[in-house]
């Protein structure tokens, strides 16, 4: 498998896996179509949308504004998990608007019990495919490259949530 060095820019301050972001993985793969979709999506420049991860200096507009983002700023933080406030009312509504974020508290907990990188591993693992070892976006339920369905461990856990919302992968 696969597995690479993990990747602090791509572990957000809030707990989501940057590295299973759909537009995250459309900008690597430089995926015109996905990134023009995900720009309307988002009333914005095929520019403006891609996204290096939470900690990188090329941020998607959605994210460049991003409240924890900031707040962790202020309060000298690395993860909201380390803040005297966690889990303050902002991050507990956050975690309730997408289904992609279910899991935003467990990684949060697990960050503090075992380290970012630690944790960064695991998530890898979770949202690789099982069968072709492609990461997969959250939304990717079926693997865009084998066909495997569920794709991967994340989505075979919440396939129910996350076909719900459908967002493009
Ligand atoms: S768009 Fe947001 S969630 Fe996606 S990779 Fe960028 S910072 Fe992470
Ligand atoms: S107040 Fe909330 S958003 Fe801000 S750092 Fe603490 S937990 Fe995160
Ligand atoms: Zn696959």
Redesign the pocket.
């Known amino acids: 498998m696969d597995i690479k060095t993990p990747n602090f820019q791509?572990s957000?301050i809030c707990g989501?896996f940057?590295s299973s972001?759909?537009?995250?993985l459309a900008?690597q793969k430089n995926d015109m179509i996905k990134l023009q979709y995900f720009a309307e999506k988002l009333n914005t420049s095929v520019d403006q949308v891609r996204?290096?991860?939470?900690r990188?200096d090329v941020?998607?507009t959605?994210?460049k504004n991003?409240y924890m983002k900031k707040c962790s700023s202020e309060k000298k933080v690395s993860f909201c998990s380390e803040c005297d406030e966690y889990p303050c009312n902002y991050l507990i509504e956050f975690q309730k608007q997408m289904p992609h974020r279910v899991e935003l508290f467990d990684s949060l907990s697990r960050i503090k019990e075992v380290g970012w990188e630690q944790w960064f591993r695991e998530n890898e693992e979770r949202v690789t495919c099982t069968q072709c070892h492609q990461i997969c976006s959250w939304y990717e339920t079926i693997c865009s490259k084998c066909g495997n369905t569920p794709s991967s461990p994340f989505v075979a856990d919440h396939i129910d949530i996350l076909n719900i919302k459908k967002v493009r992968n």
């Open positions: 791509t957000a989501l940057c972001c759909m537009i995250y900008t996204c290096n991860g939470c990188s941020l998607t959605y994210c991003c």
